[in-house]
């Protein structure tokens, strides 16, 4: 298992299209995230998973942004009728929860650079 | 809701020098710290993870320390290199990570 992986490493669409990415955890996490970062910014946080269960959704996950893990193992982040807002790099990370509590480490994949014209 | 802080928001060194950079958070039931560094238009790397029981962790010429009780921590950069310029995330972790906006380093040879 090499890590986190991410796909496109790069996406340009025009305003009002629809988009997804996906995300491929490293196999033995049952958690995953996505983040959003903007230039300048800390990422932030947008929803997570506990295997294919939606813990948390952050108030930035509008009614365009939706999430899914069907299976507990990949994600796709779905981003509909794009704006212009919404370019920034999107990151997913996943990390495992084993053991007592979640003093694990968060693995981040290397993102999803979103522009949108 | 936790809120991370991190000053200086970007630092420029000459090489050689030891720096330190720092990050506060507002919650202190944290569960971990972790250090992340992002070279420009990359995804992060983790460097330094810090559980809620340890002061600090080493790795290489980077020593990072957690105070929990004050809601800081520190990472700690000796012998800095041009290598080393990137921006440097702190993040602790309570039931879900959260960010500082990072400070962005420059090593001038």
């Known amino acids: 298992d090499t890590g986190v992986s991410q796909d496109p490493r790069h996406k340009i669409t025009k305003r009002g299209q629809n988009v997804t990415f996906r995300c491929d955890p490293i196999s033995e996490h049952n958690r995953l995230y996505w983040y959003r970062q903007t230039l300048g910014q800390g990422p932030e946080f947008l929803t997570y998973?506990?295997?294919?269960?939606?813990?948390?959704k952050s108030r930035l996950l509008s009614d365009r942004f939706s999430a899914e893990r069907p299976k507990g193992s990949f994600s796709t982040l779905e981003i509909q009728r794009t704006e212009q807002g919404d370019s920034a790099m999107y990151l997913c990370?996943?990390?495992?929860?084993?053991?007592?509590?979640?003093?694990?480490?968060?693995?981040f994949g290397s993102g999803t650079r979103l522009t949108v014209v | 809701k936790q809120e991370v802080t991190q000053i200086p928001a970007a630092l420029s060194v000459p090489e050689g020098e030891n720096l330190v950079l720092n990050c506060s958070f507002t919650d202190s039931a944290i569960y971990n710290l972790q250090w992340f560094r992002q070279d420009p238009g990359k995804g992060l790397t983790s460097l330094l993870l810090?559980?809620?029981?340890?002061r600090e962790q080493t790795s290489g010429r980077l020593n990072a320390s957690l105070d929990k009780s004050s809601g800081r921590s520190t990472l700690y950069i000796a012998a800095s290199q041009p290598g080393d310029s990137a921006t440097y995330l702190c993040?602790?972790?309570?039931?879900?990570?959260?960010f500082g906006a990072g400070t962005r380093l420059t090593v001038k040879p």
């Open positions: 998973f506990q295997n294919e269960a939606q813990l948390e």
């Open positions: 993040a602790a972790t309570n039931n879900d990570m959260r």
């Open positions: 810090i559980q809620s029981s340890q």
């Open positions: 990370a996943s990390r495992s929860t084993g053991g007592a509590g979640p003093n694990y480490g968060y693995t």
